[in-house]
């Protein structure tokens, strides 16, 4: 794809620039200072109003108190930002030591362009650490045979949250297929209710937490993997896709959002369903955390959470969750071995049994076989959601985790045109077919 060859040529370009200066990107040489202590810069995008960055603070005090030979500069970028600086660095073969990055397809375009090491002899040293992960947490960093990260949890991202007080106080059914959940919106809009809360400024929240649930429904899992592999003859122009993309339209249409998702974004558009103005919510397991500590308990009681509604005559699976593993953090192909050592060290630490305890406190879904909370001792929204993911345990594809770069940016303004009513499906698809090679 166009977008990988330049990441990969431009970064060929930094790396001979860098070497005609005679410095490393990071500061000391081969990361260890005069004082034997061993640097390396980390970016991460656990910060504000992430549901991890508290959890990322405490544990990076933990690890710095625990190994004060490791230097750590670290630099915290809001999510929304975050994946933009990183694919500029990326370009200017500027990457940071260490950074967090998505799995799947996001990793393997920085392995295929070079620029991240494998982590195969870490995991072959500590196999018990590595044997109480569960699988999906190394499998979707895995390429080719060699993993490149750990996942720190998993991350669900098509809950159908509603609030069953107003569903109970306006007779409304909780939808169980698509033409019920039409019917809700319809009732709600008449009654001043917004149907469904949407933050969608920075454009991926619809593609992540409704369009993947929503496609995989219509077309089937198989189905994008032989469009992404080019096999059996399936296309992005194909007309199940065609109909997905044009329920996102009809759900707009249907007025089934709020009249600003298109200008407020995914944590503000949470207060329209924490102050009952919203029936429905649908979101991933990043806003557990902030339901939490911002609800109201009287309204919190309220919540309850399912998968999407059926869709009839949908190829995929009737009654399933989208998700994929968290973020992990990589190793930046050109740090020194001492370097290697200690953003190991770091990926062990954030990933143990005792960091997913913690990482449980903030209600995340961890992503460790042993670690398991005490239905009765957490808060009841967090036990809600253990609950459903026990239910529904296989997880389909996320968009923006299968797509590439180019794909990915396309199908997030591709959706935000369609809902606005300026670009069609057939437009939208036609450009992602042309990505395919």
């Not at 569960?134 to 080719?144: K, R, Y």
């Not at 949250?161 to 033409?179: G, I, Q």
């Not at 994008?224 to 896709?241: E, H, I, M, P, Y």
């Not at 954030?350 to 001792?377: C, F, G, H, R």
């Amino acid at each position: 794809m166009k977008i990988k060859l330049m990441l990969v040529s431009v970064a060929v370009l930094g790396c001979l620039c860098t070497a005609c200066s005679g410095k490393k990107a990071s500061q000391p040489i081969n990361g260890r200072s005069t004082d034997g202590k061993v640097s390396f810069t980390l970016w991460h995008s656990y910060v504000g109003a992430d549901q991890r960055s508290e959890f990322m603070t405490r544990r990076m005090e933990q690890f710095r108190a625990a190994n004060p030979d490791i230097t750590i500069e670290e630099q915290k970028i809001p999510r929304d930002q975050y994946q933009t600086r990183l694919k500029t660095q990326a370009a200017a073969g500027e990457l940071p030591d260490a950074f967090i990055a998505w799995p799947n397809t996001p990793i393997q375009e920085f392995v295929e362009a070079g620029l991240v090491g494998d982590i195969n002899d870490l995991l072959a040293r500590e196999s018990a650490w590595k044997d109480g992960i569960l699988p999906i947490a190394l499998n979707e960093f895995t390429v080719d045979g060699k993993t490149y990260s750990v996942g720190l949890g998993i991350s669900v991202t098509s809950i159908f949250f509603y609030n069953k007080a107003l569903f109970e106080k306006y007779r409304v059914k909780v939808p169980e297929t698509y033409e019920e959940l039409k019917t809700a919106i319809e009732v709600f809009k008449q009654n001043n209710i917004i149907p469904i809360a949407l933050g969608n400024k920075a454009k991926w929240p619809a593609q992540s937490s409704i369009f993947s649930i929503v496609a995989n429904r219509i077309t089937g899992s198989q189905w994008l993997t032989d469009v992404l592999a080019n096999k059996n003859g399936a296309k992005f122009t194909d007309q199940s896709f065609l109909d997905a993309l044009g329920m996102m339209k009809e759900l707009a249409d249907l007025g089934a959002f709020n009249r600003d998702y298109n200008s407020i974004d995914d944590v503000q558009t949470r207060g329209y369903f924490y102050r009952e103005e919203a029936a429905m919510m649908i979101n991933g397991t990043w806003v557990l955390p902030d339901i939490v500590a911002n609800t109201p308990e009287a309204v919190k009681a309220n919540i309850e959470m399912t998968t999407f509604p059926i869709i009839t005559g949908g190829k995929g699976e009737p009654k399933t969750l989208s998700g994929v593993s968290s973020t992990g953090v990589v190793i930046n192909a050109k740090v020194s071995p001492a370097q290697r050592t200690a953003i190991e060290k770091l990926i062990m630490f954030l990933t143990v049994d005792e960091a997913q305890k913690m990482y449980m406190e903030y209600t995340i879904p961890v992503s460790s076989k042993t670690v398991e909370p005490d239905l009765n001792a957490v808060d009841p929204v967090y036990a809600k959601l253990v609950t459903l993911m026990k239910a529904h345990p296989a997880m389909v594809t996320v968009y923006d985790s299968a797509l590439n770069s180019e794909q990915t940016e396309i199908i997030n303004n591709g959706l935000q045109g369609i809902m606005l009513g300026v670009q069609s499906p057939q437009e939208i698809a036609k450009q992602l077919a042309d990505t395919i090679q």
